[in-house]
């Protein structure tokens, strides 16, 4: 909760006067002109996307005030539409535009120049995807299509709804790494509930991805599993995952 830790200083309420009214040095434009984006607080840059507050509220104190309710940034970016909304003096336009702003930054943690990522790790997974899958409502398998040399080629969605080996179709998880000719795939899928403790159900559709990948020739390296904050690699929980030869079974022996 960065605004309950700091407190109510000059930089995070204008105490109901319009920001226009602050000396020029704290204005959040001002300030990130004069220091960046990184210089700023959550505040800030939240009053910078809704531009404008409410008659007798400022945009840096709806921010505030909303980071407040939700807890911190976090729950702010994991609220629904409909719950920004609700938000005093937020409304249906400013909870659009911050929608598309976490949705933005969202994008970008997982996005990447092509053969820049490389897979070291479990982490090197979850770092990328718990941006984008860590909040998901509904469980959505992706599946990480690999170079021999462990860079990322593609990541495709390859499900959404219930992840268990009686409603995905194995198959589906090897059509793209097939057309594109992937040496190794690495699965990740998310559990909303934020616990990503793997069930039964993700240790037979591991197993079924392990038999399958075997008759293809791709080797399935790992079956990574994202909570809200948190993952668990099936790698390092024991499962006996192919260990090929070479710099491929270096790179993925986290």
């Not at 400013?94 to 053969?115: H, I, K, M």
């Not at 790494?177 to 990740?188: H, I, P, T």
């Amino acid at each position: 909760m960065e605004m309950a830790r700091r407190g109510t200083g000059a930089h995070e309420t204008t105490s109901g006067r319009p920001i226009v009214a602050l000396p020029a040095p704290e204005r959040p434009r001002e300030r990130l002109a004069a220091l960046g984006a990184g210089g700023l607080l959550s505040a800030e840059l939240i009053a910078l996307i809704w531009g404008s507050g409410t008659r007798g509220t400022s945009a840096l104190d709806l921010a505030a005030d909303a980071l407040v309710r939700h807890d911190g940034l976090a729950g702010l970016a994991a609220a629904s539409p409909l719950e920004l909304e609700a938000l005093p003096g937020v409304g249906v336009a400013r909870a659009a535009q911050l929608t598309a702003a976490f949705e933005l930054g969202r994008r970008l943690a997982a996005d990447w120049p092509v053969g820049r990522w490389t897979i070291r790790a479990p982490a090197d997974v979850a770092d990328r995807l718990i941006p984008q899958m860590g909040r998901l409502e509904r469980e959505e398998l992706r599946v990480v299509l690999l170079t021999a040399k462990n860079s990322v080629m593609k990541v495709v969605t390859v499900y959404v709804g219930n992840v268990s080996a009686s409603l995905v179709r194995v198959g589906e998880l090897f059509r793209d790494a097939v057309r594109v000719n992937a040496a190794g795939v690495v699965l990740v899928h998310n559990h909303p509930s934020g616990d990503p403790a793997p069930s039964p159900d993700d240790l037979h559709l591991t197993a079924e991805a392990l038999a399958a990948g075997r008759l293809l020739d791709i080797d399935v390296l790992d079956h990574v599993v994202i909570g809200h904050d948190a993952f668990v690699s099936l790698r390092d929980r024991g499962v006996a995952f192919d260990r090929p030869a070479g710099a491929r079974a270096r790179a993925a022996g986290a």
